[in-house]
């Protein structure tokens, strides 16, 4: 029904992200900004509605009991809430329809309100919200006024499909109206992008527009029998339980989630347990391979799995005889050949820890290809080796000549810089190296920090003046 179906929170940290921040602002106060915008959206909804609702003209009468009927029923639907990326949307739709039919319209953008509160309480009273987040509930009450204000122009009594440009002007109102509060309390109040804000209430008003058409036939059912609307119940029983395993699914997707980055930090820790300069080494290549991917214009998935690679493409080297990691002299055949095996090695342990993580093997599996394919394990050359393991192979190799060794002291930046030109386009990929460099001469501390470990070990580097 809405945009996670389409995007798994354990493989889209975008969606991760968003999901993490939306529970995460409904139990926050208001601050700043945010409480100014909220504030003023809120006091401008009671200012419109509290007067529409005495001057709008309507010729209908209004019942008490079906009012409070559809209040409770409205509060109820929108309880049943399916998350959209960093909101959520709910199927109160099919119950507001009907309120617009069966209320006078002058009430309706008041009572939707009400019943949204209503529908919040359970959660004010338990402490899980706080109350001044009820402020939040009106300030999106506005979606109402649109609808409201079409029908009152219009003067629409009993609904017919007939009349469809009519609903679907006031349909347009709806989300127009939202739209609007949407920008003010959301790019203005909390600093979301208009783009971004636009792709989220998109999935929102899918879904009011697909429950629109249920929500006319309870309203035309309700003029033969003004109780018709009830029968709304057995749906949102149904939607009910969906959203319940949709939820447990979520929940189960996002600790998932937590768990691939808990694992590859508690592997990256072990690597550290078992060889410090190597797990040193790994972490500081993180920084600078995440600043590189993000200057290229990785999106956060790839800046997620270049972050994962980056702290686990050395993870093969448990595998990795000490004695030969330390080993001051070159390394013989034998030994070159058990040396060049991290790579599949890391891939294979990354590959039983599964999911997110799997996919990450496959970087780390050819961190040490080289673009003119004279790399390992698989010779791949240029647009073929996996654009993530292009990244860490330069800032690897940065971070190795400008560390000391076993065998050799750390070279300068400068020469450490010269040396990745020398080699682009043979064994780096030349824009990952351009744009390595910019993010080296823009931060002075890069390349000139204190060896980290007691222990320098061999690590098989990447540019020729080293090997």
Known sequence: MTLIDRQSPDSNPVVHRLLEESRARRADGLWGRERIAVVATAAAFLCFAVPFAILAPDGRSLDPAIAVVLVALYALASRIEFHTGSGWTEPSQIVFVPMLFLLPVGLVPLLAAAAILLSKLPEYLRGEARAERSLVLLATSWYAAG????????????????????????????FGFDLA?????????????VREDLRENAGIYWVDALLSPVGMVLAIASVQDHWA????LPLLGVLKVFAGEREGRIDNALALSHAYRGTAHLLGELLSGTHEYTGAHSRNVVALAQRVASTLGFDERG???????????????????????DKPGPLNDQEWTIMKRHTLEGQRMLEQVGGALAEVGVIVRSHHEHWDGRGYPD??????????????AACDAFNAMTTDRSYRTAMSREAAVEELRACSGTQFDPEVVGVLIEVIASDRSIGTGPPRGPVMSRHEEATKSIR
């Open 147 to 174: 609808p409201a204000i079409v029908f009152a122009i219009a003067g629409t009594t009993d609904p017919t499909w007939a009349d469809w440009p009519i609903y679907l002007a006031a349909l347009g109102a709806q």
């Open 181 to 193: 509060s949407s920008l003010v309390t959301e790019c203005i109040g909390t600093g979301l992008g």
């Open 229 to 232: 609307f009830i029968a709304v």
């Open 303 to 325: 800046i997620r799995d270049v972050e994962f690679a980056a702290l686990l493409h050395d993870v093969g080297k448990i595998s990795i005889p000490t004695e030969m990691l």
């Open 379 to 392: 010779g791949l050359s240029g647009e073929r080796i996996p654009r993530g393991a292009r990244v860490i």
